[in-house]
């Protein structure tokens, strides 16, 4: 008993601190950014700018709610305003723990007045959700496209009310990898055909690529695309005046004489001055793949990014540069972290390792959140009940 109260007058003896750790801060406060913008696994990100705010997505894989969604107004501070799926089918799957399955690299468009979220899990095909707002709610997920191993949809409603989606194959479910190809979809997105044209296969330049988005500029039709591997690649750009190709291609960012391993699979994004970006991310170990901003601008129709140290014609990252310009300044944000469970709802930075079952617990309006035992996991790898949140920092409290 004396060690119990021991515990208890220490707690009660910590002063009040507001909500946030403040353990990881990229803006450094005089117009100037530090990478990595998040120093937290959000893998696979993909960020989309409606008029003057900026939403991003990332894989979630089976942690529940899962398609996180971070607002951001420079592209720099960013926090978590909601999650798009709130449930992830089939239900009899994902009620159960699936480690590195589930959620793997979405992609967030904006089309006619409304967010669209393209997912693919690996072991079923690719999905949609979209909403008219960011924050939700967001539609229950449609299967666009059903088969295993079909991996990072991304979407392009091209000029003239046509539609197509390009997207990559894990090898480990389709026996194919280092593929991409690009099919046909009904206007409305929600059904995408089996009318596949391959426009890469990477097998002798581009080992493993994968993660494409699919963009439209000047009369070209852009593929960005990671390839390489996760920890050891680099960014692959494709480009053709037709959209099933054939397609040129150029080595864009690469980890060159920097710290920053596997400088790939990312977002382009224009802000409302005119300036291009490009969201990558870094995958560093047990802290999972952290997210990384570089600038970026278009030569001959070709895009750069980051800064070419070496003068090989390659970008590489940059570690500390000038802001984005936006129109204004805003103040610093981080994704919450820290919490003392005083509303009466789950933080959002909260996740469960499988669906959400109603006898793990709840949170209360009495500043307490009432977890409840569950035996039924034979370790805690296994435990569906398990309540987390990312690692925020290299050091945190």
């Known amino acids: 008993m004396k060690n119990i109260k021991?515990?208890?007058?220490?707690?009660?003896?910590?002063?009040?601190?507001?909500?946030?750790?403040?353990?990881?801060?990229?803006?450094?406060?005089?117009?100037?950014?530090?990478?990595?913008?998040?120093?937290?696994?959000y893998s696979d990100p993909d960020v989309v700018r409606v008029d003057d705010d900026y939403y991003m997505t990332a894989s979630s894989f089976n942690c529940i709610p899962g398609l996180p969604i971070l607002h951001s107004k420079d592209l720099v501070n960013w926090?978590?305003?909601?999650?798009?799926?709130?449930?992830?089918?089939?239900?009899?799957?994902?009620?159960?723990?699936?480690?590195?399955?589930?959620?793997?690299?979405?992609?967030?468009?904006?089309?006619?007045?409304?967010f669209y979220?393209?997912?693919?899990?690996?072991?079923?095909?690719?999905?949609?959700?979209?909403?008219?707002?960011?924050?939700?709610?967001?539609?229950?997920?449609?299967?666009?496209?059903?088969?295993?191993?079909l991996i990072d949809p991304s979407p392009l409603w091209d000029t003239d009310g046509?539609?197509?989606?390009?997207?990559?194959?894990?090898?480990?479910?389709?026996?194919?990898?280092?593929?991409?190809?690009?099919?046909?979809?009904?206007?409305?997105?929600?059904?995408?055909?089996?009318?596949?044209?391959?426009?890469?296969?990477?097998?002798?330049?581009?080992?493993?690529?994968?993660?494409?988005?699919?963009?439209?500029?000047?009369?070209?039709?852009?593929?960005?695309?990671?390839?390489?591997?996760?920890?050891?690649?680099?960014?692959?750009?494709l480009r053709s005046k037709n959209i099933f190709g054939p397609y040129e291609k150029k080595k864009v960012l690469e980890q060159g004489s920097t710290a920053i391993n596997g400088p790939h699979q990312g977002a382009w994004v224009t802000t409302q001055t005119g300036e291009d970006w490009f969201f990558h991310f870094q995958d560093k170990d047990a802290y999972g793949r952290i997210l990384h901003l570089q600038p970026m601008k278009w030569v001959n129709d070709w895009p750069v990014m980051g800064e070419d140290y070496d003068k090989n014609g390659i970008g590489e990252p940059v570690t500390t540069f000038k802001k984005p310009n936006v129109g204004k300044k805003y103040p610093i944000e981080a994704p919450a972290e820290s919490d003392e469970f005083n509303e009466p709802r789950l933080g959002l930075q909260w996740q469960w390792q499988a669906n959400r079952q109603i006898n793990w617990g709840f949170p209360t309006s009495l500043g307490y959140l009432n977890l409840f035992c569950n035996t039924t996991s034979q370790n805690i790898f296994n435990a569906p009940n398990l309540l987390l949140q990312k690692f925020p920092a290299e050091e945190f409290t």
């Open 162 to 237: 046509k539609a197509y989606l390009t997207h990559a194959f894990a090898g480990s479910r389709a026996q194919i990898k280092s593929l991409l190809v690009v099919c046909t979809m009904n206007p409305e997105g929600t059904v995408v055909n089996n009318d596949e044209v391959m426009v890469i296969d990477g097998h002798k330049d581009e080992e493993t690529i994968e993660g494409p988005k699919f963009y439209k500029r000047n009369g070209y039709y852009y593929i960005f695309a990671p390839a390489g591997g996760v920890p050891t690649g680099w960014q692959t750009i």
């Open 79 to 114: 926090k978590i305003i909601g999650h798009a799926l709130v449930k992830q089918p089939p239900f009899e799957t994902y009620d159960r723990v699936q480690h590195g399955n589930g959620v793997w690299a979405p992609s967030i468009t904006y089309h006619k007045n409304e």
């Open 117 to 149: 979220i393209y997912y693919p899990d690996p072991d079923f095909g690719i999905y949609m959700i979209k909403a008219k707002k960011a924050e939700g709610p967001w539609s229950e997920p449609l299967l666009v496209k059903a088969g295993k191993g």
């Open 6 to 41: 021991i515990i208890v007058f220490l707690f009660c003896i910590i002063p009040f601190q507001k909500n946030t750790a403040q353990v990881w801060t990229s803006d450094n406060g005089d117009g100037t950014y530090t990478n990595p913008i998040l120093h937290a696994d």
